[in-house]
């Protein structure tokens, strides 16, 4: 089977640091996505990692470890309009089929 | 980056009645699209993936004489939920992959079609 894991909430404060952390074990893994999904809306997509490390996309970072099974996503200055849910999602197979974790909601305060 | 549209975005339908919801790529061809389906306060699952000219092929648990789907050219897909019953009632969502961007992120999604059924 395949298991994609990620907590299931998470609250931060405005202009602090959070990271999203989320563990998998799938078979085929081609890639870890994370997207952002606001209530009612179709998900956006952050980041991309295939290899080992850490990729930075301004306010955004996202780190891999394939070894690991093991993503995390950084979002740092936290502005009130980042609470949203974030979800992880493994690319595999031949028709690159994206499998989406549990998926995290974030609630960014004052 | 691409668009894609889904129609409609919300359908209301009486329970026994099917729906077709539509999925479009407007700008550019996919020859492989996913239909996802996605409870209140609960993440993304996967049911299908949508191949232009042949067969969809379903995730386990997914019964595919209910959900049918049928991707006659390589910009339309679309996804038929036949007898529909309240436990049917979701937010389903499309994506289309890019085979030609080069980029990273070669899926797009839809806007998502919201039904329920009373």
């Known amino acids: 089977g395949q298991n994609i894991d990620q907590p299931t909430e998470m609250t931060a404060t405005e202009g602090a640091i959070v990271q999203i952390n989320c563990t998998y074990q799938?078979?085929?893994?081609?890639?870890l996505f994370w997207y952002q999904q606001h209530a009612g809306e179709a998900p956006t997509f952050l980041s991309y990692?295939?290899?080992?490390g850490l990729e930075e996309k301004g306010r955004f970072s996202s780190f891999l470890s394939r070894s690991k099974g093991y993503s995390y996503l950084l979002l740092k200055e936290l502005q009130m309009k980042d609470s949203a849910s974030y979800l992880c999602?493994?690319?595999?197979?031949?028709?690159?089929?994206?499998?989406f974790g549990t998926g995290t909601r974030l609630l960014v305060s004052p | 980056g691409a668009v894609v549209s889904q129609h409609p975005s919300w359908v209301i339908c009486k329970s026994g009645t099917s729906v077709k919801i539509e999925c479009r790529s407007l700008?550019?061809?996919?020859?492989?699209m996913f239909w996802y389906r996605q409870f209140p306060k609960q993440s993304l699952m996967l049911m299908a993936t949508?191949?232009?000219?042949?067969?969809?092929?379903?995730e386990q648990g997914v019964e595919k004489d209910k959900f049918l789907i049928n991707h006659a050219s390589l910009t339309l897909s679309t996804l038929t939920v036949t007898s529909a019953h309240p436990e049917d009632s979701s937010f389903y969502i499309c994506?289309?992959?890019?085979?030609?961007?080069?980029?990273?992120?070669?899926?797009?999604f839809g806007p998502g079609t919201r039904l329920t059924v009373l």
């Open positions: 990692n295939v290899l080992d």
């Open positions: 999602a493994v690319r595999q197979g031949g028709f690159q089929k994206l499998v």
């Open positions: 799938t078979s085929g893994f081609n890639g």
């Open positions: 949508s191949n232009e000219g042949s067969k969809a092929t379903y």
């Open positions: 994506s289309a992959r890019d085979l030609t961007g080069g980029s990273a992120d070669t899926q797009y």
């Open positions: 700008d550019f061809q996919a020859t492989t």
